[in-house]
């Protein structure tokens, strides 16, 4: 079993409408989830962190963590065509090592 | 703020050849980590240097290494280069005070093995 799962994709989604990404982890003493956005040919940036049961929002996304189920979900509401990227997920283990997951490419539509 | 710095941005090396990337993480960052990133196995964990001392590793073969300076600068080195290494080298700086403490990237080294 992987150490950070994602689907790869692609996810398409109609521009205006909710881009929902999962990612699971296998680590129980993981600490803290990180949501990272990637373009290609560029570097990834961060677009925001959880490490709380619970959901968090800053802008148009919003991270949900559910460490019973050890599931991170990034959503993005109102789409825009500039959200399309590679998004990844990345966990930080019991032992302070910070592992991403393979991404999930996501287009969206005009 | 400048961000993390890494160069060179392109290297075309031939197999059996070793190569050094720099990076200058940003200023005050004590940690700096190393990726590699291949369009098969997304970004693999190479190590994590803090204060000059190697913090974490990855599960790659000992050709691969690197060190931290006291000014936080750090260096990674590939060995007798296979064509397998061809991928882009990230390097993330961070405070690394918490644990949520988030990695900030540079735009990577393009290594090609040729």
């Known amino acids: 079993q992987k150490e950070v799962e994602q689907n790869s994709g692609p996810l398409s989604v109609p521009e205006g409408a909710i881009a929902s990404l999962n990612c699971t982890y296998s680590?129980?003493?993981?600490?803290?989830f990180f949501w990272y956005r990637q373009y290609s040919g560029k570097s990834p940036e961060l677009i925001m962190f959880?490490?709380?049961?619970g959901d968090k929002e800053d802008g148009r996304f919003t991270a949900q963590l559910n460490k019973a189920s050890q599931y991170v979900s990034l959503l993005i509401r109102d789409s825009q065509p500039s959200d399309s990227a590679t998004y990844l997920c990345?966990?930080?283990?019991?032992?302070?090592?910070?592992?991403f997951g393979t991404g999930t490419r996501l287009t969206i539509i005009p | 703020k400048a961000g993390v710095t890494q160069t060179p941005r392109y290297l075309i090396k031939t197999r059996g050849q070793q190569v050094t990337l720099s990076c200058s993480p940003i200023?005050?960052?004590?940690?700096v980590s190393w990726y590699q990133q291949t369009p098969g196995q997304g970004l693999q964990f190479l190590f994590e240097?803090?204060?000059?001392?190697?913090?974490n590793k990855g599960n790659f073969p000992g050709r691969f290494s690197g060190r931290q300076f006291s000014n936080s600068r750090s260096e990674m080195n590939v060995s007798t280069l296979e064509l397998g290494d061809s991928a882009l080298y990230l390097c993330?700086?961070?405070?690394?005070?918490?644990?949520?403490?988030?990695?900030?990237f540079g735009n990577g080294t393009r290594l090609t093995v040729t």
């Open positions: 240097y803090f204060s000059e001392t190697q913090r």
């Open positions: 680590d129980r003493g993981s600490q803290s």
């Open positions: 993330a700086s961070s405070y690394r005070d918490t644990y949520n403490s988030p990695l900030h």
């Open positions: 990345a966990v930080m283990s019991g032992n302070e090592k910070l592992t």
């Open positions: 200023s005050g960052h004590r940690s």
């Open positions: 959880i490490y709380s049961n």
